[in-house]
Each structure stands twice: as C-alpha cells, then as structure tokens.
C-alpha cells in the first residue's frame, strides 16, 4: 500500500475506550502503520489514537441531561466533520455513543466516507424506528448479540454478530485469590463490591442509594467488606464527597483500578445498569442492577421502551435473572432485600447460566477479524486490487473486529 491505513474512530465512555483498545490491536496486527484519529479514552491513547478532544465531552447520560451540552456537542461534531473531509480516513468507526455518533457518521457518509457502528444502539429495546437512521448513516453495524442481527436482517440493515469482546477477554472461570493478590484486600473476608457508575451524572444520582443500601448490610453482615470502583480520580473524590454526607461511619475501600478487577475479588456486586453488569455476568458473581436518570429522561424512557428489562444478562436471557431496581426503585428498600437474596444464597444455578451465555457470545472476534473476508469473494487481497479501496478490504475484516 502506498501509504498507511487511516481509520477515524470516536468513542464516548470508557466501555467505548475498551473496545476501541481492543480494535486499534487487531487491525495493527495486519496494518502494523495504521493511524487512528478521533476520540479516544487512555487505552485508546496508548494504543496510537490521536484524540482531538478529551473523551470526557462526550460522556453524557440521558435524553434531557444532553440538552445543556447540546452546543458544545455540536461544535465538536462540526469540527470532526471538518477534519474528516480534509483529512479522509479510509473509513470511520464510531464506538457505541450512538446519540454522537450516528449523526457523525451520517454527515461524513454523505460526503462518501465508509462508515461502521461498533456496539449497535438498543433499537431492539426502545425506539425501533431508529433502525431507519442508523441505516442512512451506516454502511455496517458490528452487534454483540444474536438477537441484535436478527432485528437487522428483519429490515435489510447491513450488520454482523460479532460476539462479545469482553467474552473473549474474560476466562470462563475467574480467579478470586489473585485478584483480591492485586487490589490488597483481605483473602478470609467476604466482600462487597460496588459500582456506581463512571460518568459524574450516574455517581451523583446512584451512589447515596448504595451507600444507605451497604449501611443495611453491614447491620445484617457486620464483617462484609466494601470495595469501590472508581475508573478515575474525579470519580472517587465525588464518591468520597457523598460517603462522607451520607455515612461516614462505613468503610469503603476505593480502587482506582477496573471494574473487572474489582468484581473478580468480591463474593457479590451492586452496580450501576451498563455494560458492567455483561462484565459482571462474564466473571460470573451474583449481583443487583440499580440505576436512576432524570425523572423526565426516565419517564420518555418508559414510553418508549419496547423491552422488559434493562440489564443485558436479563435480555440476553430474555428472563430476569438478576433484579434489577430503576428509577424509584433504586432505593435501599428494594435494593436491599434483593442484596440480602443473593447474600444467603449459594447462587449455582445462576453461575451455571452465566457460564452457558458466556458460551453462547464468545466467538473468538479477534482471530476472527484476520482471516474473515467479504461474502462472495475468497481472495481478499484480490478483491481490494479489483476495487483499487482499501476501505473494501477493511469492512469485511471489520465484520469479526474486536
């Protein structure tokens, strides 16, 4: 090739950072001099991103909390757009963010730039006509989970089953003593996990309800260790702001450290809705789901939601396997009995389950992505010389990429 592979990539949260590491990895595998340019958390970073705007712009939740960021959102967006037409990428990859990042690839597809959405949005769950815009703005959406293509097809939208990144990463059993060897806690204790979110947004709205859930568990459970996630310092210093006002007398380790980590060492975990709780599945510790937005932005949500569940090892499994407490019920009186289920029971039978469905999504997409090709065409490289577009060569690796 005459010059060195440029793929435009955004991601908006750490989850998106994770992936984008992962995927920066495979294609440098094949493409050892490929730049990356976009947005990039620190993984993404480290891999080679060269990231025009701190990740942080583009961490924001809900549907009405966007609105105050709205004019910086769009300046961003106007200013990647025009770096993207004056610096054309062989293709753009936008990593989940899909509010962001679906009207980002929409401008740059119409200025006929390629263009593929990693993580499809929940068009399954809520707001199926959206399938109509991710189809303008997309030539081909990676999915994580098999029901997810299936929607797709149903409409003629390019999309491939990639299976879980995460699925492949994480080994089916996961080793407590080490990771407990690695955050320093105690080996003969048992231990809490909590997770109450990485954007400021999610801390500010579920950690008190955790906190006030851990000080009824440590009336029942006087020796349960509390271990916190907190993905970095801005995090933990909010945390330790609501610890403080709302029940000093606890103690709580905060690890800034992963998610993963964290609850690979605890016997249990309370955690924020997100892709965390597929983390959570994968390492395969009970847990219960929490999670509270703007009573406005909840209640558009309800209406237009089309699922029952919110966590994704409850609609992957389309059953309630772990509760899950949303808006109003995120609140100890719910969060609590349901901590204390798990607390007393052996949980197997859910184990059992969460290691079927680890099966069920690990397709090994890393190994995949080298040797896949486009449908139809067995000699890859000879497809890319007859379409003289290294762009065609990437989209068919990208449909197994991690």
């Known amino acids: 090739m005459d010059r060195p592979l440029k793929i435009g990539i955004v991601a908006g949260e750490l989850s998106g950072d994770t992936l984008g590491e992962g995927f920066i990895k495979a294609i440098k595998q094949r493409y050892p001099d490929a730049e990356f340019v976009g947005i990039g958390g620190p993984k993404m970073i480290a891999q080679g991103c060269e990231s025009l705007f701190d990740m942080e712009e583009l961490a924001v939740m809900g549907l009405v909390e966007v609105l105050g960021r709205l004019p910086r959102l769009l300046k961003v967006k106007a200013e990647l757009v025009r770096y993207f037409k004056d610096n054309p990428p062989d293709v753009f990859v936008g990593i989940d963010a899909p509010d962001f990042n679906l009207r980002l690839e929409k401008s740059l597809k119409d200025i006929d730039i390629k263009t593929v959405h990693y993580v499809s949005p929940s068009v399954w769950a809520w707001r199926p006509k959206r399938i109509f815009k991710i189809d303008a703005a997309t030539d081909l959406v990676l999915a994580f989970l098999p029901f997810e293509k299936a929607f797709y097809d149903k409409?003629?939208?390019?999309?491939?089953?990639?299976?879980?990144?995460?699925?492949?990463?994480?080994?089916?059993?996961?080793?407590?003593?080490?990771?407990?060897?690695?955050?320093?806690?105690?080996?003969?204790?048992?231990?809490?996990?909590?997770?109450?979110?990485?954007?400021?947004g999610e801390v500010a709205l579920i950690a008190k309800p955790f906190i006030e859930t851990c000080q009824r568990i440590h009336a029942k459970y006087p020796d349960m260790g509390f271990v916190v996630a907190a993905v970095n310092k801005k995090r933990r210093e909010q945390f330790e702001k609501i610890w403080q006002e709302t029940a000093p007398e606890l103690e709580f380790v905060i690890i800034e450290d992963t998610a993963r980590n964290v609850m690979t060492a605890a016997d249990a975990v309370l955690l924020a809705s997100g892709t965390v709780a597929l983390e959570c599945m994968l390492v395969k510790r009970p847990m219960v789901v929490g999670y509270q937005v703007n009573k406005l932005t909840g209640w558009i949500a309800q209406k237009l939601s089309i699922t029952k569940f919110v966590s994704l090892p409850n609609v992957l499994a389309n059953e309630e396997l772990v509760k899950e407490h949303i808006q109003e019920e995120c609140h100890p009186d719910f969060l609590f009995p349901s901590m204390e289920k798990i607390l007393e029971d052996d949980n197997s039978a859910l184990i059992e389950k969460f290691t079927q469905m680890h099966d069920w999504i690990r397709k090994d997409a890393d190994q995949q992505a080298a040797r896949r090709h486009q449908p139809n065409c067995r000699e890859p490289i000879q497809c890319l010389k007859k379409r003289k577009s290294r762009s065609f060569l990437l989209l068919s690796t990208l449909q197994a990429i991690s």
């Open 155 to 200: 409409y003629n939208v390019a999309c491939e089953f990639i299976g879980h990144t995460l699925a492949d990463a994480i080994p089916l059993e996961s080793d407590k003593v080490e990771a407990r060897k690695l955050l320093n806690l105690e080996q003969n204790r048992k231990w809490l996990a909590v997770l109450p979110g990485s954007r400021g």
